[in-house]
């Protein structure tokens, strides 16, 4: 006997043959030649009349094979209907997954677009930076050179007049008689009397103990550029571990770059200070955050 899917499903539910519209004839039951109009649902198959009289079907609820047929149908039409809603769920959830991964991508690019012209922002502040601190640097030099060039030639007139006193010493000296007696108290009271000024040092480290500070007061004034855009916590700050070019306000609020390092009280200047680094920490600790 044919199984029911064969034999009940794709019988009377088969597309016509020839294209004439005729449906194609019922299958026959292959143990009594007759056809399949009949469907068992005990065994679940479909049966000829002759099987559906036989021992194996007669106690059995049989009922014609097209209710069944259209039974099966309506059950399939009941389940598509929720798997096209699924379906087209599915749609237009990869639509808004693909919307959304065009979204990172332009987010992405708008990014990138933004880091490179805050680094060309940068890079045009540094260059901006580099030329006026490169001149700053090179007057600073020239003012010194220009005191080293004045104190040089004071030396230098000191050395003549040094010169001139000696050789009137020495010329004197080979004198003889009366002409080494004459005005011999003027060139006593010349060679004890001449002063000489000790020279100006002038140090070459310009006065700064970091050979980068340049660099340094660049990076800190654009730290403080950017840390002025955000809320400023309300902080004391503690004096005792304060750079000496670091000068505090009087409410220990803030806090500005010296370009001279601070003479500084014994406890002041402990071990707690950071020397190294332009930096100062708060009075207070925190615990988080």
């Known amino acids: 006997t044919p199984t029911p899917s064969s034999a009940s499903l794709g019988g009377s539910g088969g597309s016509s043959g020839g294209g004439s519209g005729r449906l ?18 005990v065994d679940e198959e479909a049966v000829c009349v002759v099987c559906r009289e036989a021992r194996g079907h ?31 769920a599915l749609l237009r959830l990869k639509a808004s997954e693909e919307e959304r991964v065009t979204q990172l991508r332009d987010k992405m690019k708008q990014e990138l677009k933004e ?7 940068l890079h045009q502040f540094l260059v901006g930076e580099q030329v006026v601190l490169l001149q ?19 030396l ?17 000296s080979q004198q003889d008689g009366l002409q080494l007696l004459k005005d011999i ?21 310009v006065g700064r103990k970091h050979p980068n500070y340049f660099l340094q007061d660049v990076v800190l004034r654009k730290m403080e550029k950017v840390f002025s855009r955000v ?18 306000s009087l409410d220990l609020r803030s806090v500005r770059l010296s370009e001279r390092r601070q003479d500084l009280p014994p406890a002041a200047a402990a071990a707690a200070r950071w020397d190294p680094d332009f930096s100062v920490l708060g009075a ?3 615990s988080s955050g």
Do not use: M, W
């Open 24 to 41: 194609p004839p019922p299958e026959l039951c292959e143990k009594h030649q007759e056809p399949l109009k009949l469907f068992c649902e």
């Open 58 to 88: 007669k106690r059995h609820s049989v009922v014609p094979l097209e209710e069944v047929v259209q039974e099966y149908r309506n059950k399939l039409q009941g389940r598509l209907e929720p798997l096209r809603k699924q379906l087209a």
């Open 115 to 121: 880091l490179e012209s805050q680094f060309e922002v």
């Open 136 to 154: 700053q640097l090179e007057g600073r030099y020239e003012r010194l050179l220009a005191r080293q060039g004045r104190a040089l030639g004071r």
């Open 156 to 172: 230098q007139e000191q050395s003549a007049a040094l010169g001139r006193l000696i050789a009137e010493a020495e010329d004197k």
């Open 185 to 205: 108290k003027g060139t006593f009271i010349r060679c004890e009397n001449i002063k000489f000024q000790e020279p100006e040092v002038v140090p070459l480290d």
């Open 231 to 248: 809320p400023q916590a309300n902080i004391t700050l503690d004096p005792a571990t304060a750079h000496p070019r670091l000068c505090l």
């Open 284 to 286: 207070q600790g925190f």
